[in-house]
């Protein structure tokens, strides 16, 4: 039985600390010292009592990054939505698994209905798709079903001499790679196609790329587009790039995990023109709409029935999957996974609270957000925007008085963003392109506000005046 005055106990004291104003983002530790707060995190061999779990949890919380904090803008993700929390608990507390209708019956049909609202703001017809555990499996799994389209012996027979290469932005996600090393493609054969000034790949450059490899004799299978990279959040030309695909018949996905929630902006979806082109759409939605950690989808564009035949293995499972009046609602069969948790229901739940068109206005808010911090970089003494960016990130630099070359500037910005990071007042990430180290503020906080952004800055101006003072 479960102990309700513990877990009421301890559910109060969660929401107090997600309700309290904290002055830090994080208390700030190296690995060590948190080794020796919480005894090297060794198990003992006596049971402990529930008094030494809550003296856990709060030393736990205390240590954490507070990534609900508006302080918070390492990631691309960032808030604390209470609706999306709540269905994390019921999916908890239900504790099913979507491997088959009978398992999680309404789990199943809103996650087919999740999949059908996507498919329709994204233009795909004849459409199937999954949830999945984040963007990188949705990578994988649209470069799986490419893989098995371009050489249809390989799901029994294993890797033939076939050479099969994809391509993808330099400015891409690395999951392309990882995808690749794990399907045995060789991470050697992802090729990066140069993108232009604004962030997106360029189209002349993909197709000379799929020239060569074709006269070299090999195979192309895959172009990864993107749809908001995660430095710059550039997004790629949909449009010319599916003409280049369908050219030369190669399969086209789009990996949308930061950008690709735009679809459901009225201000904003152009950004993502073209996406009814494509063949497949990889999309995020514990990043800019705020469900909890993790919430993904892969959603395939006229072939349906395609991610049945790539991933139902079909031998071994009449252990678990029965002919029934209900087993064509099974999605078992089109996954990777067996056990896979409701992630669904923190889709469903943020829609329920917000309604489409809130959703809608909550996307323009981020937007308006990201717009004044630009601004702020513009109008703010020693700072200088490194790309002018159409999206969420801001990329700038601090440059110190007195110092010129870039190399200082460079070291200078990293150590802003540590001694930033150790004060524990803001938290921020950095990142390195053509030869500039920078500082990428992220603006995808639905509690964002004006206020927020400016004492960011104080923090940060506050810090720099400091560090310019040991130069």
Same mark, same amino acid.
């Given at each position: 039985?479960?102990?309700?005055?513990?877990?009421?106990?301890?559910?109060?004291?969660?929401?107090?600390?997600?309700?309290?104003?904290? /002055?830090?983002?994080?208390?700030?530790?190296?690995?060590?010292?948190?080794?020796?707060?919480?005894?090297?995190?060794?198990?003992?061999?006596?049971?402990?009592?529930?008094? =030494?779990?809550? =003296?856990?949890?709060?030393?736990?919380?205390?240590?954490?990054?507070?990534?609900?904090?508006?302080?918070?803008?390492?990631?691309?993700?960032?808030?604390?939505?209470?609706?999306?929390?709540?269905?994390?608990?019921?999916?908890?507390?239900?504790?099913?698994?979507?491997?088959?209708? /009978?398992?999680?019956?309404?789990?199943?049909?809103?996650?087919?209905?999740?999949?059908?609202?996507?498919?329709?703001?994204?233009?795909?017809?004849?459409? &199937?798709?999954?949830?999945?555990?984040?963007?990188?499996?949705?990578?994988?799994?649209?470069?799986?079903?490419?893989?098995?389209?371009?050489?249809?012996?390989?799901?029994?027979?294993?890797?033939?001499?076939?050479?099969?290469?994809?391509?993808?932005?330099? =400015?891409?996600?690395?999951?392309?790679?990882?995808?690749?090393?794990?399907?045995?493609?060789?991470?050697?054969?992802?090729?990066?196609?140069?993108?232009?000034?604004?962030?997106?790949?360029?189209? &002349?450059?993909?197709?000379?790329?799929?020239?060569?490899?074709?006269?070299?004799?090999?195979?192309?299978?895959?172009?990864?587009?993107?749809?908001?990279?995660?430095?710059?959040?550039?997004?790629?030309?949909?449009?010319?790039?599916?003409?280049?695909?369908?050219?030369?018949?190669?399969?086209?996905?789009?990996?949308?995990?930061?950008?690709?929630?735009?679809?459901?902006?009225?201000?904003?979806?152009?950004?993502?023109?073209?996406?009814?082109?494509?063949?497949? !759409?990889?999309?995020?939605?514990?990043?800019?709409?705020?469900?909890?950690?993790?919430?993904?989808?892969?959603?395939?564009?006229?072939?349906?029935?395609?991610?049945?035949?790539?991933?139902?293995?079909?031998?071994?499972?009449?252990?678990?999957?029965?002919?029934?009046?209900?087993?064509?609602?099974?999605?078992?069969?089109?996954?990777?996974?067996?056990?896979?948790?409701?992630? +669904?229901?923190?889709?469903?739940?943020?829609?329920?609270?917000?309604?489409?068109?809130?959703?809608?206005?909550?996307?323009?808010?981020? !937007?308006?957000?990201?717009?004044?911090?630009?601004?702020?970089?513009? /109008?703010?003494?020693?700072?200088?925007?490194?790309?002018?960016?159409?999206?969420?990130?801001?990329?700038?630099?601090?440059?110190?008085?007195?110092?010129?070359?870039?190399?200082?500037?460079?070291?200078?910005?990293?150590?802003?963003?540590?001694?930033?990071?150790?004060?524990?007042?803001?938290? +921020?990430?950095?990142?390195?392109?053509?030869?500039?180290?920078?500082?990428?503020?992220?603006?995808?906080?639905?509690?964002?506000?004006?206020?927020?952004? =400016?004492?960011?800055?104080?923090?940060?101006?506050?810090?720099?005046?400091?560090? &310019?003072?040991?130069?």
């Amino acid at each position: 039985m479960l102990d309700s005055n513990f877990l009421n106990e301890t559910f109060s004291d969660l929401v107090k600390y997600a309700n309290t104003p904290s /002055e830090k983002v994080i208390n700030y530790q190296t690995a060590s010292n948190l080794k020796q707060k919480f005894n090297n995190f060794e198990v003992k061999e006596n049971s402990s009592s529930q008094a =030494d779990i809550k =003296d856990f949890i709060k030393k736990y919380l205390n240590y954490s990054v507070n990534t609900g904090s508006n302080q918070f803008f390492n990631q691309l993700f960032a808030g604390r939505n209470e609706f999306g929390i709540l269905a994390e608990m019921l999916s908890s507390f239900t504790n099913s698994s979507m491997y088959t209708f /009978e398992m999680a019956p309404v789990a199943t049909l809103i996650e087919l209905k999740m999949l059908e609202l996507i498919a329709n703001k994204s233009g795909f017809t004849n459409f &199937e798709g999954k949830f999945v555990s984040g963007g990188s499996h949705a990578n994988l799994a649209a470069m799986m079903v490419a893989r098995n389209l371009a050489d249809e012996q390989i799901k029994k027979s294993g890797i033939s001499d076939k050479k099969l290469v994809a391509f993808a932005s330099e =400015d891409s996600h690395y999951s392309y790679s990882k995808g690749a090393n794990i399907l045995g493609i060789g991470i050697n054969n992802v090729i990066k196609i140069k993108a232009d000034a604004q962030g997106k790949m360029i189209p &002349e450059e993909l197709e000379k790329a799929i020239k060569k490899v074709i006269a070299n004799n090999q195979t192309p299978f895959f172009i990864g587009a993107t749809a908001g990279t995660t430095v710059f959040g550039a997004f790629d030309d949909l449009s010319a790039l599916s003409k280049i695909a369908k050219k030369y018949k190669v399969w086209f996905h789009v990996d949308g995990a930061f950008g690709g929630p735009v679809i459901f902006s009225e201000n904003h979806s152009k950004l993502i023109s073209g996406l009814d082109m494509t063949n497949s !759409f990889s999309i995020d939605f514990h990043k800019i709409l705020g469900a909890p950690l993790t919430c993904s989808a892969i959603l395939i564009n006229g072939q349906k029935g395609i991610l049945k035949e790539v991933f139902d293995n079909g031998e071994g499972t009449n252990y678990i999957f029965h002919d029934s009046e209900n087993s064509s609602y099974d999605l078992g069969p089109l996954s990777l996974q067996c056990g896979r948790k409701v992630d +669904v229901l923190k889709l469903y739940f943020l829609f329920l609270y917000y309604g489409l068109d809130g959703v809608s206005d909550k996307i323009s808010d981020l !937007f308006n957000s990201a717009s004044y911090a630009k601004q702020k970089v513009i /109008e703010l003494g020693n700072l200088s925007l490194v790309f002018p960016g159409e999206f969420l990130t801001i990329c700038f630099q601090y440059i110190p008085k007195f110092i010129d070359d870039q190399k200082t500037i460079n070291e200078f910005n990293f150590k802003l963003r540590q001694k930033l990071l150790e004060s524990g007042l803001s938290m +921020v990430n950095q990142s390195n392109k053509n030869g500039k180290q920078f500082i990428r503020l992220v603006t995808v906080n639905f509690d964002l506000t004006k206020e927020d952004l =400016d004492l960011f800055f104080t923090h940060l101006i506050t810090i720099a005046k400091k560090l &310019e003072n040991e130069y």
